[in-house]
């Protein structure tokens, strides 16, 4: 066995024999580790390097997906608010519409309410309903509150329902004349608006319990988008013959019209939701304001008009509020103030109660820093609330001692019959200054505004001839006014109408009629 090598191999014995070669060699495995480590340790840090980056890009990913995404649904958003203008309108735009217009004021006055023979009486309301469906070619857009036009009561009878059934049988005959008729309304059972929607009128109920926690007031109607009527009687029999009512139709104004109809489409958009929404179509912007109203010719004479609406909410981009209206009639009065409504009440009278300060401060400031002659003319009934009293006495105290200060109160008191039944209420909601009018859908009441749908229509009129519609609402004002029928306000002398409710809890909201 000699001559072969151990079994260490040659390499150990060479290292063996020399040991500084032992030393170089170790030194180089050492070396040669360390740079295994350090290139393990560069590569871990690249990865890691690149898997950050991954991240970061991937995490850079997610959120400029999700801003695209958000972008997309705010493009949608706002293409959904942008409709074309004339989109839903019949091509009718603000440079084609129609601004020579034909303006008549409507009223109901129950046979048993005579005036004199020198009286001036205008327009029945049932006769203009009927004329505004004489014209309709297209469509009928109607917005009531109430809805008993059709009563058959076999416990009573009047042969003046007969008005609210022809004018109902009218309405139903619409279809078959190729004419569509739309109708908003409050929720709440009703034969007529059933039998409506069996002979084929689209028909959108508000819930306005869920959307405001208050009532759908709003009365008006649009014809073809042309002509409209606007006021205080609803689509009863009664407004048509028993109560006291008054309102307005305006004849081939689209330009009007046209922005009436965006209120009713506002409220059709409303059907049945138990919510507003935060962002309204354009379709339902407002065309016209108070600072920016409509120039129009009414019966050949100048005027500038603009439609209001509420409660707030209702109330999409441009459009402005029923008491903002309000406001801006009273305070652009120079000589006197005209008021005649229902109910005058300046509470909130929901609990909590708060006092409801707008319309009272309105005429308070007229009253004392501009020196106008203000009177107001309400309605004394059984459903008048005793604190109606204390508040207009209170208006009337400031006047004492002041020259310049005038502010007379009268109370329009019914005939009420031995059933209980009131047929002569002076429903009427309007005021009339000397250079403009005011017309709603309101009681001049803190809830009304706070929580109720309603429309309202302003008209002014600075230079103006004799017989213009606001010399023609002044008439009617005055012809109430020094009527036998109007009692004035009296110190420490409650109104008859009040004294019976002065230990009694106040009647629901809403309950006009009674048979």
Not at 338 to 361: F, M
Not at 455 to 475: C, F, P, S, W, Y
Request: overall charge positive; aromatic content about 10%; charged content about 20%.
């Amino acid at each position: 066995m000699e001559g072969r090598l151990p079994a260490e191999g040659f390499e150990q014995l060479r290292l063996k024999s020399r040991p500084e070669l032992a030393t170089s060699a170790l030194a180089r495995v050492g070396s040669g580790v360390y740079s295994t480590v350090q290139q393990q340790d560069y590569s871990a840090s690249v990865w890691l390097s690149r898997k950050e980056r991954l991240e970061h890009s991937q995490q850079k990913c997610i959120v400029v997906f999700a801003l695209v995404c958000c972008f997309a649904v705010l493009v949608a958003l706002i293409f959904s608010a942008v409709d074309i203008w004339d989109q839903d309108e019949d091509g009718i735009t603000e440079d084609n519409c129609n601004k020579n217009c034909r303006v008549v004021l409507v009223e109901t006055i129950p046979e048993d309410l005579p005036y004199s023979s020198n009286d001036t009486a205008h327009v029945p309301l049932s006769s203009g309903l009927h004329s505004l469906l004489d014209l309709a070619k297209k469509t009928v857009e109607v917005v009531s509150p109430h809805w008993n036009l059709n009563f058959t009561n076999e416990n009573y009878s009047s042969p003046l329902a007969r008005q609210g059934q022809d004018l109902f049988e009218r309405l139903l005959k619409l279809g078959s004349q190729q004419v569509s008729l739309k109708v908003a309304s409050g929720l709440g059972h009703s034969k007529d608006l059933n039998s409506l929607y069996d002979s084929g009128a689209d028909v959108h109920y508000l819930n306005m319990a869920s959307l405001t926690k208050g009532h759908l007031n709003s009365s008006f109607w649009v014809v073809d988008k042309k002509h409209m009527y606007i006021g205080s009687a609803s689509m009863d029999w009664r407004s048509l013959t028993q109560t006291k009512e008054l309102g307005v139709i305006i004849y081939n104004c689209s330009c009007l019209a046209l922005d009436l109809h965006r209120i009713f489409t506002l409220y059709w958009q409303l059907n049945y939701k138990d919510f507003v929404p935060s962002m309204w179509s354009k379709r339902v912007f407002a065309l016209y304001n108070k600072d920016r109203m409509l120039k129009v010719h009414l019966n050949d004479t100048k005027a500038e008009v603009f439609i209001s609406s509420s409660p707030d909410t209702f109330c999409p981009k441009d459009r402005t509020k029923d008491i903002d209206a309000i406001y801006k009639v009273i305070s652009d009065a120079r000589r006197f103030i005209y008021i005649s409504i229902t109910e005058y009440l300046p509470l909130v009278n929901r609990s909590p109660h708060r006092y409801w300060s707008r319309i009272d401060g309105m005429l308070r400031e007229a009253l004392i820093l501009r020196d106008i002659k203000v009177r107001l003319l309400i309605s004394c009934w059984t459903q008048t609330n005793p604190l109606t009293f204390n508040f207009v006495w209170s208006l009337k105290t400031l006047c004492t001692e002041r020259p310049n200060c005038t502010l007379e109160v009268k109370f329009f008191s019914p005939k009420e019959q031995r059933n209980g039944t009131a047929y002569t209420i002076n429903r009427n909601k309007f005021m009339v200054t000397d250079n403009a009018l005011y017309i709603g859908n309101f009681d001049w009441v803190g809830n009304e505004f706070a929580y109720n749908a309603g429309a309202g229509l302003v008209i002014r009129q600075e230079n103006r001839t004799n017989h213009t519609i606001l010399d023609q609402l002044k008439t009617v004002f005055e012809r109430d006014w020094y009527s036998r029928h109007s009692k004035s306000l009296q110190a420490n002398k409650i109104p008859e109408c009040i004294k019976h409710r002065m230990n009694q809890p106040a009647s629901p909201k809403g309950s006009q009629y009674s048979v």
